[in-house]
């Protein structure tokens, strides 16, 4: 790979050329993993990343090319907007498991895709009592046995991101991989489905702030 | 002196100072950094910097910018127009148009407010800002003894897609490069954070004269980050003076008052308020009328407007995951920040006395002052980032008319999202995609922004096509969308133009309502697919009925069918619980049918096995 700009060669696909500076595009497959400079983790240590994320935003931002040329302020934003989402979904534990679990081939946070995962019909059921005891406590206009739900649930959505994190932690060291994958699926699968509940427990407590 | 007229031209670097803009509903200014010092420029012979926000439109033509005009407004109430920030990006039938107010609108194509004036065509709000941004490009020609063509030009942080749109493009009809659209609290916490040099958490009140922000931001290490932003677009000072203004009517029992006599109550409305920021007291006088004004008076018929931005702040901090007491500091701009009511209650409600030591009515301009040498000045651009967010969120309307977010508010710009969508049926060669903005489930309850159509999609089974749509938000904060149908690279892209109008009272309290009707949402969404899936189940059983009737006898068949008759029924109704159960006896029901159903597939498909092997 070259610089686009003054041709000298580039290693490791720098964010800008070593030599002249300028700004070079996004290298097709990045990953947000490698928009931050780290290896793909379950753990990311956060003031690391606040850092980076500083350091490299006043190298790429659009802001330090306003009067740049079309092309390298196309680059810009490109970097600028793969640096932005990378920010935003690896600070977050959860996001990042499910960003993990997509470089994996698996993508559970797109609308369609989670209803489409196969749960067992124990789990379903599980959800399907909580939903309904919420519904009841919601029509009672009832706020603080919904919060206590809302706290074992949170609970039971940190087990189940505990658990993905450990399978997606033996994926990234290389083993059991298909049981391995599953098991990360199918846990972050229940986080979804947590995580939906406390949001609806959140807007109910909005609505009867109001 | 430089920039004269023998300087060469380079296209890719006008020659000439740049400036900070901004264009303010009653008042706006122009700044520039002047030995390395954010400093307004005179826009008038006494010095002044403020330029107020009015624009009068002569018979013969000629037109006439800032206090002049404001002086005519008394004699031409419906010619001479103040306030049309208001309007920006807005459509002719918005409940802003429904205010008391001496405007008179004007019908013409496309859905925009346009104004009746004297000497000419109607003109838009665009135009008529487009003739404050000239005024003030020309201020500051004479100030500077050379061309200007290059600004930063300041919006409400709360502004949506259609705002911003119609305020690049008044740069662009007063003759300016627009280096950046740059939201005004973002840009108040720049002049303060230069000045003082310092680190931490900041919120920005910012209450001008037609909009109101709030912004939390953290400044870390010469990084300005916007953490959550939040407003209303219709609710400033100008509701305070129109508040004291319907209370003289009142008074006098005026019920049909005409032009003039709003304009010049109005007038003596503002002149009031003001005299009542220093003042316990004041008279206020309107035709001869004269009125003794207190300040506790006044203050109460305010009061519900300052409330407002109460829970507009509280949702500010809780996206920011923040409280209160998180916060290094307050800072207060905008001119309707001087009213002491409104000190009181940001003192009570973020638990501290704001800082206010930048003039309220200068700090925004000197704030786009500043970014806009940032941008240009290249000795400067180690010193300060500037990192904003986009403040409503923007998706895509799904089935059903649920509005699927793709990017929420708050994310950091530029920013982007992409969705893949296939086709419903069989040779089907074009999707229709409509674009929203807003925090609401439905998309009835969110501003609608565009809608454009994928066409050309090569014919293919349905369930085949895959066409990846993605938004992208640059960093300011303008929308452009485009798409492609993955497998044969079909492309179409637009850029959201406000092309409709709307009946948004909804716009700004999109947000405020998602509080007030997240409840009712869910149920909404819930009953939506609840209806999409009776639907598919519907659909699916009499496809199976037609396909296979000797598999069912005729009373099982007369009873399945009476339960599907009552799934159709319910599903055209609102009532979520009943449809679920109703398809839950359904399923029960048609569940031994359906296993003969499956099992005759079975069969067929092992014959078929066998037949081939043979």
């Given at each position: 790979m070259e610089c686009w700009n003054c041709q000298s060669e580039l290693t490791a696909?720098?964010?800008?050329?070593?030599?002249?500076?300028k700004v070079q595009p996004v290298p097709p497959g990045a990953t947000l993993f490698d928009a931050l400079g780290l290896a793909p983790s379950v753990e990311v240590d956060l003031p690391a990343v606040e850092r980076t994320y500083r350091e490299r935003s006043l190298l790429v931002h659009p802001d330090r090319f306003a009067t740049a040329q079309a092309r390298e302020r196309r680059f810009a934003l490109e970097q600028t907007t793969l640096l932005n989402d990378a920010y935003r979904t690896l600070r977050d534990r959860a996001a990042r498991a499910f960003y993990l679990l997509k470089l994996h081939g698996q993508d559970l946070t797109r609308e369609d895709a989670g209803a489409q995962r196969a749960m067992p019909h124990a789990f379903l059921e599980e959800v399907m009592a909580l939903r309904e005891a919420l519904d009841a406590h919601r029509t009672a206009r009832a706020l603080e046995p919904a919060r206590a739900m809302s706290e074992d649930v949170g609970r039971r959505r940190t087990a189940a991101l505990e658990e993905a994190e450990r399978a997606l932690g033996e994926l990234l060291r290389g083993g059991g991989q298909a049981s391995a994958l599953d098991a990360a699926s199918q846990a972050l699968a229940r986080v979804r489905y947590f995580t939906r509940f406390l949001e609806e427990v959140e807007a109910m407590e909005e609505a009867l702030a109001e | 002196m430089s920039g004269g007229l023998l300087q060469i031209h380079d296209p890719l670097r006008p020659q000439g100072p740049v400036v900070g803009i901004d264009l303010g509903t009653t008042n706006s200014l122009v700044a520039s950094v002047l030995q390395g010092k954010p400093t307004c420029i005179p826009v008038d012979e006494a010095g002044g910097v403020l330029l107020p926000s009015v624009v009068h439109y002569a018979p013969d033509g000629s037109v006439a910018v800032g206090a002049r005009a404001r002086e005519l407004a008394q004699e031409h109430p419906t010619t001479t127009l103040a306030s049309v920030k208001r309007f920006m990006g807005k459509g002719r039938h918005d409940a802003e148009t429904r205010k008391l107010g001496a405007y008179r609108f004007a019908d013409g194509a496309g859905d925009v407010v346009r104004f009746e004036v004297a000497g000419g065509a109607p003109v838009t709000p665009i135009e008529v800002s487009a003739e404050i941004l000239r005024a003030l490009k020309r201020r500051a020609e004479a100030f500077f003894s050379a061309r200007v063509e290059q600004a930063v030009v300041t919006v409400p942080a709360y502004f949506d897609d259609a705002q911003r749109q119609a305020t690049r493009d008044a740069g662009r009809l007063a003759g300016l490069e627009v280096l950046r659209l740059l939201n005004e609290p973002t840009a108040a916490a720049l002049a303060y954070g230069l000045d003082k040099g310092s680190q931490g958490t900041f919120a920005v009140y910012d209450l001008g004269g037609g909009t109101f922000d709030v912004s939390i931001l953290q400044l870390v290490e010469g990084v300005f980050q916007v953490k959550s932003t939040g407003g209303d677009s219709a609710l400033g000072g100008d509701d305070f003076d129109r508040a004291i203004a319907e209370q003289m009517l009142a008074a006098r029992g005026l019920a049909a008052p005409t032009p003039a006599q709003v304009t010049a109550l109005l007038a003596a409305a503002r002149v009031a308020k003001e005299a009542l920021t220093t003042e316990e007291s004041t008279v206020l006088e309107v035709e001869g009328h004269r009125t003794e004004l207190a300040r506790a008076q006044v203050e109460q018929w305010i009061a519900p407007w300052i409330q407002k931005t109460g829970p507009v702040c509280r949702r500010a901090l809780k996206d920011a995951g923040l409280t209160a007491a998180d916060l290094d500091g307050v800072i207060l701009v905008g001119g309707a920040t001087r009213v002491p009511a409104v000190r009181r209650f940001v003192e009570q409600l973020f638990g501290r006395p704001p800082l206010g030591d930048i003039d309220p009515d200068q700090v925004v301009a000197l704030g786009a002052a500043v970014q806009a040498d940032l941008l240009t000045n290249a000795q400067r651009q180690d010193e300060v980032l500037l990192l904003d967010v986009i403040p409503l969120s923007l998706g895509l309307e799904t089935m059903g008319g649920v509005a699927e977010k793709l990017i929420q508010r708050n994310t950091t710009i530029p920013t982007a999202a992409s969705q893949v969508f296939t086709t419903f049926q069989d040779d089907q060669t074009g999707i229709d995609i409509h674009v929203v903005q807003g925090e609401r489930e439905l998309v009835a309850d969110c501003r609608s922004l565009a809608r454009f159509r994928l066409s050309g999609i090569p014919p293919m089974a349905a369930g085949m096509a895959r066409v990846e749509v993605r938004f992208e938000v640059n960093a300011d904060g303008l929308l452009s969308v485009s798409a492609r149908e993955l497998s044969t690279g079909v492309a179409q892209s637009i850029t959201v133009k406000p092309t409709h109008g709307l009946t948004d009272e909804q716009v700004e309290q999109m947000l405020l309502d998602s509080i007030e009707h997240a409840e009712e949402d869910i149920q909404a969404r819930q009953l939506v697919e609840q209806r999409v899936e009776a639907e598919r189940v519907l659909a699916d059983a009499t496809k199976q009925l037609k396909e296979n009737p000797d598999l069912i006898e005729a009373s099982e068949r007369s009873e399945l069918e009476a339960v599907m008759a009552e799934v159709r029924r319910l599903a055209s109704g609102n009532d979520a619980e009943a449809l679920r159960e109703t398809m839950r006896l359904l399923d029960e029901l048609a569940k031994p049918f359906l296993e003969r159903v499956m099992n005759r597939a079975m069969n067929r498909a092992l014959a078929g096995h066998s037949v081939e092997q043979v």
């Amino acid at each position: 790979m070259e610089c686009w700009n003054c041709q000298s060669e580039l290693t490791a696909a720098p964010v800008v050329c070593p030599r002249c500076g300028k700004v070079q595009p996004v290298p097709p497959g990045a990953t947000l993993f490698d928009a931050l400079g780290l290896a793909p983790s379950v753990e990311v240590d956060l003031p690391a990343v606040e850092r980076t994320y500083r350091e490299r935003s006043l190298l790429v931002h659009p802001d330090r090319f306003a009067t740049a040329q079309a092309r390298e302020r196309r680059f810009a934003l490109e970097q600028t907007t793969l640096l932005n989402d990378a920010y935003r979904t690896l600070r977050d534990r959860a996001a990042r498991a499910f960003y993990l679990l997509k470089l994996h081939g698996q993508d559970l946070t797109r609308e369609d895709a989670g209803a489409q995962r196969a749960m067992p019909h124990a789990f379903l059921e599980e959800v399907m009592a909580l939903r309904e005891a919420l519904d009841a406590h919601r029509t009672a206009r009832a706020l603080e046995p919904a919060r206590a739900m809302s706290e074992d649930v949170g609970r039971r959505r940190t087990a189940a991101l505990e658990e993905a994190e450990r399978a997606l932690g033996e994926l990234l060291r290389g083993g059991g991989q298909a049981s391995a994958l599953d098991a990360a699926s199918q846990a972050l699968a229940r986080v979804r489905y947590f995580t939906r509940f406390l949001e609806e427990v959140e807007a109910m407590e909005e609505a009867l702030a109001e | 002196m430089s920039g004269g007229l023998l300087q060469i031209h380079d296209p890719l670097r006008p020659q000439g100072p740049v400036v900070g803009i901004d264009l303010g509903t009653t008042n706006s200014l122009v700044a520039s950094v002047l030995q390395g010092k954010p400093t307004c420029i005179p826009v008038d012979e006494a010095g002044g910097v403020l330029l107020p926000s009015v624009v009068h439109y002569a018979p013969d033509g000629s037109v006439a910018v800032g206090a002049r005009a404001r002086e005519l407004a008394q004699e031409h109430p419906t010619t001479t127009l103040a306030s049309v920030k208001r309007f920006m990006g807005k459509g002719r039938h918005d409940a802003e148009t429904r205010k008391l107010g001496a405007y008179r609108f004007a019908d013409g194509a496309g859905d925009v407010v346009r104004f009746e004036v004297a000497g000419g065509a109607p003109v838009t709000p665009i135009e008529v800002s487009a003739e404050i941004l000239r005024a003030l490009k020309r201020r500051a020609e004479a100030f500077f003894s050379a061309r200007v063509e290059q600004a930063v030009v300041t919006v409400p942080a709360y502004f949506d897609d259609a705002q911003r749109q119609a305020t690049r493009d008044a740069g662009r009809l007063a003759g300016l490069e627009v280096l950046r659209l740059l939201n005004e609290p973002t840009a108040a916490a720049l002049a303060y954070g230069l000045d003082k040099g310092s680190q931490g958490t900041f919120a920005v009140y910012d209450l001008g004269g037609g909009t109101f922000d709030v912004s939390i931001l953290q400044l870390v290490e010469g990084v300005f980050q916007v953490k959550s932003t939040g407003g209303d677009s219709a609710l400033g000072g100008d509701d305070f003076d129109r508040a004291i203004a319907e209370q003289m009517l009142a008074a006098r029992g005026l019920a049909a008052p005409t032009p003039a006599q709003v304009t010049a109550l109005l007038a003596a409305a503002r002149v009031a308020k003001e005299a009542l920021t220093t003042e316990e007291s004041t008279v206020l006088e309107v035709e001869g009328h004269r009125t003794e004004l207190a300040r506790a008076q006044v203050e109460q018929w305010i009061a519900p407007w300052i409330q407002k931005t109460g829970p507009v702040c509280r949702r500010a901090l809780k996206d920011a995951g923040l409280t209160a007491a998180d916060l290094d500091g307050v800072i207060l701009v905008g001119g309707a920040t001087r009213v002491p009511a409104v000190r009181r209650f940001v003192e009570q409600l973020f638990g501290r006395p704001p800082l206010g030591d930048i003039d309220p009515d200068q700090v925004v301009a000197l704030g786009a002052a500043v970014q806009a040498d940032l941008l240009t000045n290249a000795q400067r651009q180690d010193e300060v980032l500037l990192l904003d967010v986009i403040p409503l969120s923007l998706g895509l309307e799904t089935m059903g008319g649920v509005a699927e977010k793709l990017i929420q508010r708050n994310t950091t710009i530029p920013t982007a999202a992409s969705q893949v969508f296939t086709t419903f049926q069989d040779d089907q060669t074009g999707i229709d995609i409509h674009v929203v903005q807003g925090e609401r489930e439905l998309v009835a309850d969110c501003r609608s922004l565009a809608r454009f159509r994928l066409s050309g999609i090569p014919p293919m089974a349905a369930g085949m096509a895959r066409v990846e749509v993605r938004f992208e938000v640059n960093a300011d904060g303008l929308l452009s969308v485009s798409a492609r149908e993955l497998s044969t690279g079909v492309a179409q892209s637009i850029t959201v133009k406000p092309t409709h109008g709307l009946t948004d009272e909804q716009v700004e309290q999109m947000l405020l309502d998602s509080i007030e009707h997240a409840e009712e949402d869910i149920q909404a969404r819930q009953l939506v697919e609840q209806r999409v899936e009776a639907e598919r189940v519907l659909a699916d059983a009499t496809k199976q009925l037609k396909e296979n009737p000797d598999l069912i006898e005729a009373s099982e068949r007369s009873e399945l069918e009476a339960v599907m008759a009552e799934v159709r029924r319910l599903a055209s109704g609102n009532d979520a619980e009943a449809l679920r159960e109703t398809m839950r006896l359904l399923d029960e029901l048609a569940k031994p049918f359906l296993e003969r159903v499956m099992n005759r597939a079975m069969n067929r498909a092992l014959a078929g096995h066998s037949v081939e092997q043979v």
